[in-house]
């Protein structure tokens, strides 16, 4: 089964010849190689580019390897940084793109796992210098998160984030009805690879040991790690916590209480932040709607793929109320939106009275699950799994009544019926609706 992924596809197009370096993030399996190697290569077959002047090399690769072992033979093709780590010699590599390109026509250059080539960033910086060459690469959690490239390629790079399948994409490849589709997507999620393998023990067994053997382990070797209990520890009570606002001293006395354990605020906080720029989890900020500023703490965090959460908790806690707003969450970002927790103060009357008889008004703070920017186009949202009470309904709509500016307002929920506005202007729209368009 093929996923088109033609938003992303999309996206790389958007970019095409920028003169930058188009870098694909993301999370271990999300598709990133695929993404590039296999529905962009064909986009620029189809789009008339002869495949000689498509370079595909993935460093990962021997068979790739092998094509640099005739330039400069006496020198090796792999080089031993320490036991067992090795990287390409990234002179061989230069002299084999030069042999295969010239300097009047133009070549796309799609380099794979581009960390495993010695001193990838400036080799990739010169190519980038051949006005003639379009530069895309992806690179593995462990040598190329998020702010490693933020800093090895400011102002010479754009980032296109591949997350797993939104549920939209996770459709395409079933021809079941999105409620029973729905059931599987809430449990395992949107890794293409576990979308497509037939029973419930391989996907589980797969994603415990994605947890495990693959996401900890790159964490743990990037940042050279020596408390790995507690790095384990702390990515069970995240992934607990999706969906309720985190603070980062309460989860230290969490270590504590629970656990037994003394660790520091700072580390957790650290820890934090590993996780996201794994690109494991996102971090939602919070942000005052009616004082437009961003309040530090506390935050949300969100699982990039909902199914490596719920393996991490050994499938134990599938809470679909959370599951779904987690889900919510990436489809924002899946459809190129900036996205925050917001937050309302408001005053409201009271039961009691001052000494002349009139209503006292105490300050209350309300929850808007998401505000997602793009643009100049805004969207206030609240994830309800059932809105099947008038007392239900209104709990939902109370935050988003008291927004007094003119951008959209929107309930989703699972209501199996057509979207309605109410009197007030807000949008209740099925939760199928919603992520299907």
Known sequence: MEYSREVYVKRLIDRKENGLIKVITGSRR???????????????????????????????????????????????????????????????????????TNDTEKYYLLLDEVQLLDNFVGTLNGLLRHINYDIYVTGSNSKFLSSDIATEFKGRGTIVHILPL???????????????????YVVTGGIPLVAQMKSEEEKFSYLKSLCEETYLKDIIAHNNIKKTIELSDTFDIIASMIGSLVNVRKVTDTFKSVLDKSITTDTVGKYFDYFQDAFVVSKAKKYSIKGRKYIGSPFKIYFEDIGVRNARLNFRQIEESHIMENILYNELRFRGFNVD????????????????????????????????????????????????????????????????????????????????????????????DFLLD
Not at 57 to 68: C, G, T, Y
Not at 170 to 181: C, I, L, R, S, V
Request: glycine content about 4%.
């Open 30 to 100: 999300a598709g990133k190689s695929y993404l590039m190697n296999e529905l962009y290569y064909k986009y620029l077959l189809n789009s008339g580019v002869s495949s000689n002047n498509i370079l595909r090399f993935a460093f990962d690769s021997d068979e790739d390897i092998d094509l640099l072992e005739s330039y400069f033979m006496d020198e090796p093709t792999k080089i031993e940084k320490r036991p067992d780590v090795f990287y390409v010699n990234a002179k061989k590599f230069r002299a084999y793109i030069k042999d295969r």
């Open 166 to 184: 939104a549920f939209s994409e996770y459709m395409q490849g079933t021809d079941m009805p999105p409620e029973k589709a729905w059931r599987e």
């Open 341 to 432: 927790v917001g937050e309302l103060n408001v005053s409201e009357k009271t039961d009691r009275l001052d000494k002349n008889g009139k209503p006292i008004y105490a300050q209350k703070s309300l929850e808007v699950d998401f505000v997602a920017s793009k643009g100049d186009l805004k969207l206030y949202i609240q994830s309800a799994l059932s809105m099947d009470s008038t007392e239900k309904k209104s709990q939902e709509k109370r935050s988003l009544y008291c927004i007094d500016d003119s951008f959209e307002k929107i309930v989703v929920a699972k209501t199996g019926l057509n979207p309605t506005h109410d009197e007030y202007g807000v949008k209740t729209i099925d939760l199928f």
